[in-house]
């Protein structure tokens, strides 16, 4: 079913705002999305009605909102058809659930013999926490390459595998390219080499359907704040199986099941808690995620396939109307079915700032820069790009203006 990104608009209060004497356009939602009011009135609803620490006390408002929590975990868990909320661990985002599995899994697990491969068009935050953890333990990292319309090079993908291969991390969809990898044959390509998979979902679990029992994926991680939840909350999906078998991240309440104090030693003994607590020290986020469950429910209301296709027509539309603007460069695979809703382009003689800065001057949000991810425009010898991110409330109107825009531009 197509979705109906008027009626969508209606739920989503900031989209009435006006920048600079224009109605907002908001073409940034790569970098985060807004925010539906039923989002917003269930956050202010926790903190009106249930408002209380989790998993704590026995007074009842503690045990409903450990109730909402925990809901929460379940809620997330179904949305990606992971077994159980074991499998859900709620952390501040992608970032933080990337540097989990390097820290929990990795610094446990990677030594001095062993490869990690990743490819040169992660996210900074998939790329960072491998070049840190290899510094301190030794392993080699290699980088897979991408080909020149943006999609993943299969072939020295599949070359750079050896008997020392251990992880592989790579994400679902390009944030610069918007380019889907083809998951299910990277995790046949992994598991066939005996390495594990983790798959950064911040830009695909937020637009298509994920289901991580089909990827057979072994780590997922993905951002509330990128799929209309609040920011701060995000997961990190895990085989119970790996989970069970890792070190905790960070120490605290919450993540034990007993510290004993043993006099005759002069020190505590400490058993952990069950999945997914084990990996949430201290207080959680309760509220956001009590806001992510909200989003996720919104979402499912709309459908994951018509987010899809909406996103596929939209972005189709706009490379076609691209096309008019005569100094504009698009980068990136030209086959729409490919890629998600996302589209890099730049403009002949003009910084990528320059041209956010002018579409802003109408009202029009986009992103511009290296978008965190550099060794990709390296590998395209740009310094920066612009880009533009689509939605579900994003309308083939607001593309109509955009271009007007840019031609605006490009006779300025
Ligand atoms: C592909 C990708 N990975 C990771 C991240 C980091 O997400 P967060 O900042 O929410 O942790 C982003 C954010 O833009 C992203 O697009």
């Known amino acids: 079913m197509m979705l109906d990104p008027y009626k969508i608009r209606e739920d989503f209060p900031i989209l009435k705002r006006k920048v600079n ?11 985060t999305t807004q925010k ?8 202010k609803n926790f903190y009106g009605k249930y408002n209380a620490n989790v998993h704590r006390a026995v007074h009842t408002l503690s045990q409903e909102a450990s109730e909402l929590y925990e809901n929460a975990h379940e809620k997330v868990a179904d949305f990606i058809n992971a077994g159980g909320m074991e499998e859900v661990i709620f952390v501040r985002g992608t970032t933080e659930a990337i540097n989990l599995v390097a820290y929990s ?3 446990h697990n990677l030594g001095e013999e062993d490869e990690v491969i990743i490819s040169l068009m992660e996210h900074h935050s998939n790329i960072v926490p491998w070049e840190n953890l290899s510094r301190m333990n030794g392993f080699r990292i290699k980088y897979a390459g991408v080909n020149e319309d943006g999609t993943l090079d299969y072939e020295s993908f599949e070359n750079l595998f050896s008997s020392r ?4 991390c790579i994400s679902h969809v390009s944030n610069v390219t918007g380019v889907i990898n083809e998951m299910k044959r990277i995790a046949k390509i992994a598991h066939d080499n005996d390495a594990l998979l983790l798959v950064d979902g911040a830009q695909s679990v937020p637009h298509m359907p994920v289901d991580v029992k089909a990827l057979d994926v072994d780590f997922l991680a993905f951002s509330g704040h990128k799929l209309l939840g609040p920011t701060g909350i995000g997961c990190l999906y895990g085989k119970q199986e790996i989970l069970e078998e890792m070190e905790p991240f960070h120490g605290g309440g919450e993540m034990i099941r007993e510290v004993s104090y043993n006099p005759a030693t002069g020190r505590c003994s400490i058993s952990w808690n069950d999945l997914p607590w084990k990996f949430e020290a201290g207080t959680p986020n309760v509220c956001g995620g009590v806001g992510l469950m909200e989003a996720v429910k919104y979402l499912e209301g709309v459908g994951m396939e018509s987010v899809k296709e909406h996103e596929v027509r939209l972005t189709e539309y706009a490379m076609e109307r691209l096309r008019e603007c005569k100094k504009v460069k698009v980068y990136g ?19 990528s700032h320059d041209v956010a800065l002018f579409l802003d001057s109408y009202g029009i949000m986009i992103r511009s820069g290296f978008h965190c991810a550099q060794p990709l425009h390296q590998r395209f010898e740009l310094k920066s790009t612009a880009r533009v991110s689509f939605y579900i409330y994003n309308t083939r109107e607001e593309i109509d203006k955009f271009i007007e825009v840019l031609k605006e531009l490009e006779r300025f």
């Not at 695979?333 to 996302?342: A, E, F, L, M, N």
């Open 36 to 43: 539906p009011k039923q989002v917003l009135e269930a956050i």
């Open 105 to 107: 899994w990795g610094l």
């Open 165 to 168: 291969t251990r992880l592989v």
């Open 21 to 31: 004497n224009h109605p907002l356009i908001y073409f940034d939602n790569g970098a």
């Open 333 to 351: 695979p030209r086959d729409v079915s490919s890629k998600c809703g996302i589209i890099p382009f730049n403009v002949d003689g003009l910084s």
